[in-house]
């Protein structure tokens, strides 16, 4: 693949143009411009002021299932009505260009879907619908704020008695193993894997980089902030992932 332009911009959209094969990796970052917080940035960040282990983890949800759901339902009551941005939006684009084969997510928020990606991997779970772990019956997350509301202690209920849980993948759960297997493959056959506002830091997702590397692909990286891979990426812009986003396939 020969790139001879010089803007990061340029580059990016030439990788693109010029690959067989795109996937995309998008973490926190691409869902901040929609006003949700990431995990870690300091002073908003959701884990600033309380241990994700004591409220984020299954244990913590089958041990007080009341403090889970006051944590976790204030943040699935304001990510009900965040809609997707124009980095999403950049991304249903390529995808409808034939240029991005799909989107595996780290995000729970629902945006992808909203935003219309059709080929969406969602590996850290989604908050669309809970589960019961009992008997495996399924609500959507409208039904789930419903009984969470009509409950005396705010934990929403199976019809069979049992507490609800999120279907996110929490700490000390594995992540989904269809869903894990697909991103896999789908980073070994990708000439490019563009990652957007990811962190690259959480595994296993962190290692789909190496993936496509190894396979010869390239890595193209599109996150505010310093990741493990800006050495390596034969891109890399920290820009406004919105506007980086949208100039990107503005210049196709």
């Given at each position: 693949?020969?790139?001879?332009?010089?803007?990061?911009?340029?580059?990016?959209?030439?990788?693109?143009?010029?690959?067989?094969?795109?996937?995309?990796?998008?973490?926190?970052?691409?869902?901040?411009?929609?006003?949700?917080?990431?995990?870690?940035?300091?002073?908003?960040?959701?884990?600033?002021?309380?241990?994700?282990?004591?409220?984020?983890?299954?244990?913590?949800?089958?041990?007080?299932?009341?403090?889970?759901?006051?944590?976790?339902?204030?943040?699935?009551?304001?990510?009900?009505?965040?809609?997707?941005?124009?980095?999403?939006?950049?991304?249903?684009?390529?995808?409808?260009?034939?240029?991005?084969?799909?989107?595996?997510?780290?995000?729970?928020?629902?945006?992808?879907?909203?935003?219309?990606?059709?080929?969406?991997?969602?590996?850290?779970?989604?908050?669309?619908?809970?589960?019961?772990?009992?008997?495996?019956?399924?609500?959507?997350?409208?039904?789930?704020?419903?009984?969470?509301?009509?409950?005396?202690?705010?934990?929403?209920?199976?019809?069979?008695?049992?507490?609800?849980?999120?279907?996110?993948?929490?700490?000390?759960?594995?992540?989904?193993?269809?869903?894990?297997?697909?991103?896999?493959?789908?980073?070994?056959?990708?000439?490019?894997?563009?990652?957007?506002?990811?962190?690259?830091?959480?595994?296993?997702?962190?290692?789909?980089p190496g993936v496509t590397k190894n396979a010869g692909?390239?890595?193209?990286?599109?996150?505010?902030?310093?990741?493990?891979?800006?050495?390596?990426?034969?891109?890399?812009?920290?820009?406004?992932?919105?506007?980086?986003?949208?100039?990107?396939?503005?210049?196709?």
């Amino acid at each position: 693949m020969s790139i001879t332009t010089t803007s990061g911009i340029e580059r990016l959209a030439a990788l693109i143009r010029e690959a067989d094969s795109v996937v995309a990796l998008t973490g926190a970052g691409i869902s901040v411009p929609s006003g949700i917080p990431d995990f870690r940035s300091p002073g908003s960040g959701l884990w600033e002021n309380v241990d994700p282990m004591e409220v984020a983890h299954i244990d913590a949800w089958r041990a007080d299932p009341e403090r889970f759901w006051h944590f976790y339902g204030n943040r699935f009551a304001t990510l009900h009505d965040k809609q997707p941005n124009g980095a999403h939006r950049a991304l249903v684009e390529l995808e409808r260009r034939g240029k991005l084969d799909a989107v595996v997510t780290q995000n729970i928020d629902m945006l992808h879907h909203k935003a219309g990606t059709k080929e969406l991997i969602e590996v850290h779970g989604t908050i669309e619908h809970s589960s019961c772990l009992t008997c495996r019956s399924q609500y959507p997350l409208d039904e789930v704020r419903a009984r969470m509301h009509d409950s005396p202690i705010s934990v929403p209920q199976c019809d069979c008695g049992e507490p609800l849980k999120p279907d996110v993948v929490l700490f000390g759960e594995f992540l989904p193993e269809g869903a894990l297997e697909r991103a896999y493959a789908l980073a070994a056959q990708a000439e490019v894997l563009l990652c957007v506002g990811s962190s690259l830091e959480v595994h296993p997702i962190a290692q789909l980089p190496g993936v496509t590397k190894n396979a010869g692909g390239a890595v193209a990286i599109v996150t505010t902030g310093p990741t493990p891979w800006d050495g390596r990426a034969t891109v890399k812009l920290d820009g406004d992932v919105v506007e980086e986003l949208q100039a990107v396939v503005d210049a196709l």
